[in-house]
């Protein structure tokens, strides 16, 4: 009995079809969910002790403004201590690290003698802290937070259950290309609109890297940062989100963050971020993690749903499923974020290049994740981009 290719294929397209309207509900609710009224954070009348950890492999460029930084944080010197930990630098860094640290009491620095990654390297910092804190908090040596900051990624743990709070990665630049322009307008999407609709409407918000905070407790709880990961920050967040802990994104914690601005930056970020997706997979429990978890299947799919359309399974028409909220979220994001004229319409202009573009790193990435290839950290000098001033003309104030 032969097989029905046709019919085969037919149900395959109606399947796709299925999973790009999920895809595309779920955006536009988030579209119209992140212009409601934010939740109200809960009034502290204390504020806890705090560990600052910083991981970092061959960042001496991005290390002086990060420490910058860090001094002119306003909160408590007696509740606040900071341990760096150079992950086998191979740089400048270390003896930049330890220049700062030695000046002050309560820095430490942890220097690794093998490369470890940075999920690791968090868990080390929070076993070598002279105290117990109750809360941790993370940034990555390419961000610069605002000296308020942290006051407000604290505040919401005031309240009992919150167990991580996410703060908004303000994306800066050195010059406008058409990889900053596609990068600035998925960072806007995904916390301005994406994270901004999911807090509003009271769902668990996933973690992104650094400008992040975790109750020491809850990371207890499950294990501490996944050793190996790619993806750290959504693993503990969908880990703890399944264990009963509640997740908040707060707009008003800021910190600039040094966005991609070569091609082979972007790519290898990417690939990176796909492949933590993947093995984030782990934790899903319910249908909005298990959206998380997909990561970009949304452009895999979409290609699927066009080559069935160029094989004439499909009406071109449904591609407006894709297109329509796709729109919305891109304008909301713009809108929410208010960038400079010229990036703005650097970012309208080089849209329908850099969507290909992307849904082909997609696939790369898909690929790649197949092959199993292992990645720790991403070297921006080798990856062809340039470190930026966060205090350039082009740093994105919203």
């Known amino acids: 009995m032969g097989i029905d290719v046709e019919g085969l294929v037919s149900i395959v397209a109606d399947l796709l079809i299925g999973i ?18 934010r939740r109200t954070l809960t009034e502290t009348g204390r504020w806890p002790e705090v560990l600052i950890a910083v991981a970092f492999r061959n960042e001496q460029d991005s290390l002086p403004c990060l420490l910058s ?27 930049l690290a330890e220049t700062w640290a030695r000046e002050r009491a309560h820095v430490r620095l942890k220097i690794l003698d093998e490369n470890v990654g940075k999920a690791e390297a968090l868990n080390r ?16 040596a390419d961000q610069c937070p605002c000296p308020d900051s942290l006051h407000r990624l604290i505040e919401p743990f005031a309240d009992s259950r919150t167990e991580a709070v996410c ?29 901004a ?7 668990d918000t996933p973690t992104m890297g650094g400008n992040c905070a975790y109750r ?14 790619l993806s750290e920050d959504t693993e503990v967040s969908l880990a703890l989100a399944g264990s009963g802990g509640r997740t908040r994104f707060v707009r008003g914690a800021v910190a600039d963050h040094a966005v991609a601005d070569s091609f082979r930056h972007y790519l290898n970020q990417r690939l990176r971020w796909s492949r933590g997706l993947m ?3 782990r934790h899903v429990r319910g249908l909005e993690t298990a959206f998380v978890a997909a990561g970009y299947l949304d452009r895999v799919v979409l290609l699927l749903v066009a080559a069935c359309i160029l094989g004439g399974y499909l009406s071109p028409w449904w591609l407006l499923v894709y297109v329509v909220p796709a729109l919305a979220a891109v304008v909301t994001a713009v809108v929410k974020a208010r960038p400079e004229l010229r990036l703005v319409c650097t970012v309208f202009a080089m849209l329908p290049f850099m969507f290909v573009v992307d849904v082909s790193v997609s ?36």
């Open 216 to 229: 020491r407790s809850a990371l207890e709880r499950i294990g501490g940062f996944p050793a190996g990961s």
């Open 20 to 37: 790009l309207v999920l895809f595309s509900v779920r955006r536009l609710l988030w579209v119209m969910a992140s212009w409601l009224r």
């Open 363 to 398: 696939v790369v990435a898909a690929l790649h994740g197949v092959t199993g290839r292992r990645i720790r950290w991403m070297d921006r000098r080798s990856a062809g981009s340039s470190t930026p001033d966060v205090n350039a003309p082009h740093d994105l104030r919203s």
């Open 69 to 95: 930084s860090l001094d002119a944080l306003k909160y408590d010197a007696e509740r606040l201590s900071i341990c760096l930990v150079d992950d086998a630098s191979t740089d400048a860094s270390t003896d």
């Open 197 to 203: 609709a999911k807090e509003a409407l009271g769902l």
């Open 125 to 140: 910092a929070l076993a070598s802290a002279a105290c117990r804190p109750e809360v941790m908090v993370v940034y990555d």
């Open 279 to 281: 093995a984030s997979r």
């Open 167 to 195: 703060g908004y990665r303000r994306p800066v630049f050195r010059k406008i290309n058409a990889i900053v322009a596609y990068v600035c307008l998925e960072a806007w999407t995904h916390q301005l609109v994406n994270l």
